[in-house]
């Protein structure tokens, strides 16, 4: 899981090829991309059809156009269809049901194709903080179901402006300001590993209900898994790694408490949002945390 080709970070970091295109850094390995500009901001991307290959789903792959379709099909006859780009960026998710009605899940669409990931950066002021900052990032060891099920549903706490694309979300940290979240500090992660032994994968499953009871009640939410590390090591290597312990957490809740894994979707940040600030070894900042995005989606501030 997680892994794409390689069982070690050394591995990875072993096969890494760099390049220059224009005014970034191009980065690859095994399963990831990081794109890095001359102002020392980076991104990582990922395979977006990945995580479901992984889950041992069986898709095939469709070609239209400039655009890449990959169709997984569960055993009810519904359909999971992933867009990209040639790039491998995501344009679009949806679900067909079997009388071929088609939901949108994620729509990734570019108006106006940019060509640099800063200009998907989405600058807002602060928003205003309406409640106490524990019920606003909620401590998942330190919350029963209840809380967690109202922070991973709560409405906005400031207004939407308008619609945002997925990456506008996974790279705005001012947009993503504006939902609560759920540290899942339950989980951390050993130095250089994303791998979650079986007695922590347990202890997801508070994690799990509350976002089924959130299902139920509107099938077609998303919810980013956001990964975390300290400040320990080189910041591609800790992208890297905070991509994978998000798509890690990720699989658990599907693999074993059957969440959709359409509807979700991971995002790796490395060093940039330590929760113990120190530049030493801490666990506590190798860690993962969960937000409904939706409204930021779909520009709804309720």
Known sequence: MATQGAQRFEDIRSRREERREGDVTIIREPGRTIIRDDDGRAIIRRDEDQRFRDLGWQGRSERRGDENRMVFERPDGTRIVTVTDEEGRLIRRTRIDRDNREVIIIDNTLRDRPGRFADDVVVLPAPPLPIPRERYIVDADQADEAL??????????AAIPRRYTLDEVRYSPDLRA??????????????????????????????????????????????????????????????????????SVA????????????????????????????????????????????????????
């Not at 967690?148 to 706490?157: H, K, R």
């Not at 339950?186 to 032994?197: E, K, L, M, P, V």
């Open 148 to 157: 967690i099920y109202e922070t991973i549903t709560a409405p906005p706490i």
């Open 178 to 247: 504006r939902m609560r979240s759920v540290d899942i500090d339950t989980i951390t992660f050993d130095t250089g590993s994303w791998q979650i032994a079986p007695e922590q994968a347990q202890r997801l499953s508070v994690i799990a209900d509350s976002v089924r009871r959130a299902l139920q009640r509107a099938p077609n939410e998303v919810f980013l898994v956001e990964g975390h590390t300290d400040a320990v090591g080189a910041d591609v290597d800790n992208l890297s790694l905070s991509d994978r312990r998000a798509q």
């Open 251 to 302: 699989e658990i809740l599907t693999r074993d408490f059957q969440i959709p894994p359409e509807n979700l979707t991971t995002q790796g940040y490395g060093e940039q949002y330590l929760k113990i600030n120190t530049q030493d070894a801490a666990r506590e900042n190798r860690r993962v945390t969960l937000r409904r995005i939706t409204p930021l989606l779909s520009g709804q501030n309720q």
